[in-house]
């Protein structure tokens, strides 16, 4: 169901840089790329503020991918539709970040385990001017600005691909002394009926990085 939902939801988008550009008509969140490794092997970007609704999740990914569709298709407040944007990111919870508090108690306990999935909103919403959830599972929440090492690759957005770039990242993250501020994250960009060899996926780490 979740890569169904997908499918019907995603189109390959373009590489974007600077302000929000819609492709296929998807809005991918603005970045600058402020570092490109001298092996072509990964990238640092900046990105600015930017606004999440966020779902946590134990062992159903479809489950938060469905929450998080319900609530962009008008299972909010004022009844109101959001537009799909680019990409869809999975992760791990910071252990250093705390969890919304409108977030379930089965959440907050389970918060060493817990997974989450987030849709970035539109860039014309911010946190408070977002609609918000009828579903108390999905929480509306600003991501600070910050950098993050990316690393793309195509083919399948396989749990064994994630795991397999996102620790050839780490290592040259290491090999370059750049120092890890958060967990792994999946940036997942297309449907599964994407030929493997057009898709864009990524694994992003976010990093200590002054100005250089």
């Given amino acids: ?60 990914q479809n489950n938060a991918f469905r929450s998080l569709f319900s609530y962009i298709s008008g299972a909010n407040n004022v009844s109101q539709k959001v537009s799909m944007t ?49 579903n108390p599972d999905v929480s509306i929440k600003e991501v600070d600005a910050s950098h993050y090492a990316v690393i793309k690759y195509s083919g399948f957005a396989s749990d064994s691909n994630f795991e397999y770039y996102s620790a050839q990242l780490k290592e040259q993250l290491a090999s370059q002394g750049i120092s890890e501020r958060g967990k792994p994250i999946k940036a997942t960009y297309n449907g599964p009926f994407t030929l493997p060899f057009f898709r864009r996926n990524e694994a992003m780490i976010e990093v200590e990085w002054a100005d250089r």
Avoid: C, H, W
């Fill in 86 to 134: 680019v990409p869809v990111t999975q992760g791990q919870m910071d252990a250093r970040e705390p969890l919304p508090a409108q977030e379930t108690e089965k959440a907050q306990e389970g918060k060493g385990g817990q997974s989450f999935m987030r849709f970035f909103l539109p860039a014309s919403f911010t946190a408070s001017s977002a609609p918000q959830p009828t």
């Fill in 1 to 60: 169901e979740f890569v169904v939902a997908l499918r019907r939801r995603l189109v390959f988008p373009a590489l974007l840089r600077g302000a929000p550009v819609k492709m296929g008509g998807y809005e991918e969140p603005a970045y600058n790329v402020v570092k490109s490794s001298d092996n072509g092997k990964f990238e640092i970007r900046r990105y600015g503020p930017r606004v999440v609704a966020e779902v946590p999740y134990s062992s159903s």
